[in-house]
């Protein structure tokens, strides 16, 4: 009998979509190209998510790639990003069910904040 459920956070649980997050502080269409190539698609991204580098490092690998007039945008973006992640608001309703049919939930995730 299933006793335990377990989910993922972004896409399952809440809407991390990078491309909308980057539209709302970027106006020019090849900056928000390059913001989303060299920050959210970055290798950086991934070990700033495991833990080996730290949000500092980022930055300054990340704006040692892109134009200086974007080097604000980078630390703006890492101070802000996780801040608009919205609910999904359908699966509120799933977990609470779930949890009152006696399952337990967990969350694993690779974010980092």
Not at 42 to 50: A, L, P
Not at 61 to 88: G, T
Request: with cysteine.
């Amino acid at each position: 009998m299933i006793k335990n459920i377990v989910f993922d956070m972004g896409n399952v649980l809440i809407l991390y979509d990078a491309t909308r997050y980057v539209n709302k502080f970027i106006e020019d269409e090849n900056d928000r190209k390059i913001v989303l190539e060299e920050l959210f698609g970055s290798v950086e991204w991934i070990k700033m998510d495991r833990g080996t580098i730290t949000e500092e490092e980022v930055v300054e690998s990340v704006c040692s790639r892109i134009p200086a007039h974007l080097h604000p945008k980078i630390q703006l973006l890492l101070d802000n990003w996780h801040e608009d992640i919205p609910a999904f608001p359908e699966m509120d309703v799933l977990i609470r069910e779930l949890k009152k049919n006696g399952y337990n939930l967990y969350i694993l995730s690779n974010t980092c904040k």
